[in-house]
């Protein structure tokens, strides 16, 4: 397999680009301490003294003033959160105990939340089963029998298994906002649950292999190429369903195009801090006959977005469904000294044609999103029908 040349060496498997809109990455082949060292008298000195006398100022008058008391550690840390959580809708900043809780996770995993859900037609709603006494989600309040109404703004009254479970899933440690039927305050609850990640493959009588990517892991190309040479010469076409994808890591991406692109840039970074870089194909004629489609939704990002808009501005494939999600950024942890740390963006990524993801996404070739009531697998069926039909 052709791998990726890259002008400018990065730690490019370690930065992750999972969304399920509460992503980051980590550049962990490099301390930010080291980043930090050197840079903080500097930083300290350019910010202007009227911005700190005001800030002192307001802080003396919410500390004096405000309703309920506030001690100084709680007042500091809402600053701190509204400083990093100011900058996007990814940079945060984590205390002590997300950050733990962070690392414990693996980069790339794939997760759902710790119960389930299942429709109960006497109340015509989605309930929770599953869910174990002792699990982080109970502890939260919820328990089994409870309705849930919506899942990040989206109410679930008329969806289908398929899509609540998609809804459900996402980067492990990311999170998801609950809201019961019964209550107006939603729930931050954590995917902590693996899901296993393997490709899914499927032969349709048509000829069309389906390959099922849940997240682009580090052996994610490999896999492809393995499972497209195990079906042999009866594929006449491969449709890859990135619904729901919420990213991974950017090499795999980078590498999965590369099976199906002989030249050209599969995609770019502008960074302040990291410089540009650009991610180039290298000649590779494998799969060059190969028809190949892309089916995504607006739950697809990320590591998905980089992958699919190569392979279509490259016109190397037929995109089918809805426009992505749009998160053409990643974000980096920098670990603080008294445990927390910042996750922040410090990188854009640009499409072979110089387009912006971040907060546009990817537009299909055929808009065709799949209606509530359809099956899924008839829907996967039609779109590799229509593939095959694709000059």
């Given amino acids: ?17 999972c969304s399920s809109h509460f992503a980051w990455g980590a550049d962990k082949a490099k301390s930010a301490f080291d980043e930090f060292d050197g840079s903080y008298e500097q930083s300290y000195a350019e910010v202007p003294v009227e911005s700190i006398q005001q800030f002192v100022q307001i802080y003396g008058v919410v500390k004096e003033n405000y ?25 945060r900043y984590l205390s002590a105990e997300d950050y733990k809780q962070l690392l414990q996770y693996t980069e790339g995993d794939l997760a759902s939340v710790d119960f389930s859900l299942r429709y109960d037609n006497p109340l015509q709603q989605w309930v929770i089963y599953n869910l174990k006494a002792d699990a982080d989600s109970a502890k939260q309040g919820l328990k089994n029998g409870l309705a849930v109404f919506k899942i990040d703004d989206q109410e679930l009254k008329k969806l289908n298994q398929d899509q609540v479970r998609h809804l459900l899933a996402g980067a492990i440690g990311s999170t998801l906002n609950l809201q019961l039927l019964t209550s107006n305050q939603p729930l931050n609850i954590v995917r902590n649950t693996k899901i296993e990640t393997d490709i899914e493959s499927k032969l349709l009588s048509n000829q069309v292999l389906v390959l099922s990517v849940h997240v682009f892991q580090q052996d994610t190309a490999n896999e492809i190429k393995r499972l497209i040479e195990s079906h042999g010469p009866r594929v006449k076409a491969v449709l890859f369903d990135l619904r729901n994808n919420p990213g991974g890591l950017l090499s795999a991406a980078v590498e999965s195009a590369d099976l199906f692109l002989n030249q050209g840039i599969i995609v770019s970074t502008r960074s302040r801090s990291e410089g540009d870089q650009e991610f180039q194909a290298l000649p590779s004629f494998e799969f060059q006959n190969l028809k190949v489609g892309i089916l995504i939704n607006n739950r697809s990002a990320s590591a998905a977005e980089v992958f699919t808009a190569a392979m279509k501005e490259h016109k190397r494939a037929w995109v089918a469904g809805e426009k ?45 999103p799949l209606q509530h009531d359809a099956r899924d697998d008839n829907y996967i069926e039609h779109v590799a029908d229509l593939l095959l039909t694709q000059k």
Avoid: C
């Avoid at 410090?346 to 912006?356: I, W």
């Fill in 324 to 368: 992505s999600y749009g998160k053409g950024v990643v974000q980096k942890l920098f670990p603080l000294n008294n445990g927390a740390a910042l996750q922040m963006t410090v990188s854009q990524y640009l499409t072979p044609n110089g387009k912006m993801i971040e907060g546009i996404g990817v537009q299909p070739d055929f808009n065709y």
């Fill in 67 to 91: 309703l309920v008391e506030k001690n100084d550690d709680a007042l500091f840390q809402q600053a701190i959160q509204g400083l990093v959580g100011g900058l996007d809708r990814y940079s």
């Fill in 1 to 17: 397999m052709a791998r990726a040349h890259w002008t400018s060496i990065v730690s490019a498997t370690a930065l992750l680009l």
